[in-house]
Each structure stands twice: as structure tokens, then as C-alpha cells.
């Protein structure tokens, strides 16, 4: 069964870190491009952050660029996204989801399938 999985969500007061977990099961994430996204309480599902699976490069929306890390293990069959310095309008269910490319596009990117989708983490920043 081919699955994505996302963990490391939680409580974080603002100005703190978390580190979200994206894991594969039933395929390798060699192959693909993963992109995160989040989706706040009434607000439109946005692009986050994404690592191409070809040469690594990195996209992510302006809101986060300098707070927010993504990486890729292929030997762990996981993709990373490191945040920091999160601020209270990062509160959100975070989820990953897999393509072949990562498009920048504007100030952000986009994917023009993603394809598979985890269920999601909930990320909560307040104090």
C-alpha cells in the first residue's frame, strides 16, 4: 500500500521550532519531487515548500523563506520541513504530497499533479 505520512506537528509558542517528518511507505521517494503544503482554519489549502528529486533544489513561498528548511534522506525514505522562528499565522494542517517536479511560479512554486497525499499534522503556534 503506497502511503505518505507526516508527523511532528504539535503545540509551539510563537518564536519556536518543530520539525515536520514526511515518510513513505510501499515506494521510494527517490523518484519523486515533494512538495508541503498547509491549510489554516478557513483559508485555502497554499504551496509551503518543495525539493525537487533530480537535483534538490528548493522552492518555498515567500512567508517562510529564512525560517523554513526542507530536506530529503533518501536513505530514511523521508523528507524534512525544519521551521523556525514560527509566528502564529504559520498555525495550520501541514501535508506533504509527491510529483515529478516542483514548478516555481511567482514568488512560489507549484505541482502539477501531486498526486499522493499524506493525511496531514496539525501545527498550532500561540501562546
Known amino acids: 500500500q503506497l502511503q505518505l505520512v507526516e508527523t511532528g506537528g504539535g503545540w509551539v509558542q510563537p518564536g519556536g521550532s518543530l520539525r515536520l517528518s514526511c515518510a513513505a511507505s510501499?515506494?521510494?521517494?527517490?523518484?519523486?519531487?515533494i512538495g508541503w503544503f498547509r491549510q489554516a482554519p478557513g483559508k485555502e489549502r497554499e504551496e509551503v515548500s518543495c525539493i525537487s528529486n533530480s537535483d534538490g533544489r528548493t522552492y518555498y513561498v515567500d512567508s517562510v523563506k529564512g525560517r523554513f528548511t526542507i530536506s530529503r534522506d533518501n536513505t530514511k525514505n523521508t523528507v524534512y520541513l525544519q521551521m523556525n522562528r514560527l509566528r502564529p499565522e504559520d498555525t495550520a494542517v501541514y501535508y506533504c504530497a509527491t510529483d515529478n517536479v516542483c514548478i516555481p511560479y511567482g514568488s512560489s512554486w507549484y505541482m502539477p499533479l501531486a498526486d499522493y497525499w499524506g493525511k496531514g499534522t496539525l501545527v498550532t503556534v500561540s501562546s
Open positions: 510501499g515506494f521510494s521517494l527517490d523518484y519523486y519531487a
